[in-house]
């Protein structure tokens, strides 16, 4: 099983990025996609998760910014990030759970990271 997430880069305060995440190896049918990100010197911290029924939940940083979407066809979703702030800057994570959480230790599969920076 591989996670691939893509899309991180370098934007203004106030830009968008679209990050990606891939999904193969097999079908995470039932299963929690979600977003996590780590900035320098700090724990990983929710971001983000869609249910393979589309439900999701946001973190409230980043509510009413961030968009989440999944094509269970595709076995990929995509993180929408508007209106970033420099406070965004981190390594974007994704990860698929069997679980409707946001703890970390929940998440079994990982991808590799995205890097997001956002100047001021």
């Known amino acids: 099983v591989q996670l691939q997430a893509c899309g991180g880069g370098l934007v203004q305060a106030g830009g968008s990025l679209r990050l990606s995440c891939a999904a193969s190896?097999?079908?995470?049918?039932?299963?929690?996609m979600g977003w996590f990100r780590q900035a320098p010197g700090k724990e990983r911290e929710f971001v983000a998760f869609i249910s393979w029924s589309s439900r999701t939940l946001y973190a409230d940083s980043v509510k009413g910014r961030f968009t989440l979407s999944r094509d269970n066809g595709k076995n990929t979703m995509a993180l929408q990030m508007n209106s970033l702030k420099p406070e965004d800057t981190a390594i974007y994570y994704c990860?698929?759970?069997?679980?409707?959480?946001?703890?970390?230790?929940?998440?079994?599969?990982w991808g590799q990271g995205t890097q997001v920076t956002v100047s001021s």
């Open positions: 990860a698929v759970s069997g679980y409707w959480t946001t703890a970390t230790d929940k998440y079994d599969y």
């Open positions: 190896g097999r079908t995470f049918n039932n299963y929690v």
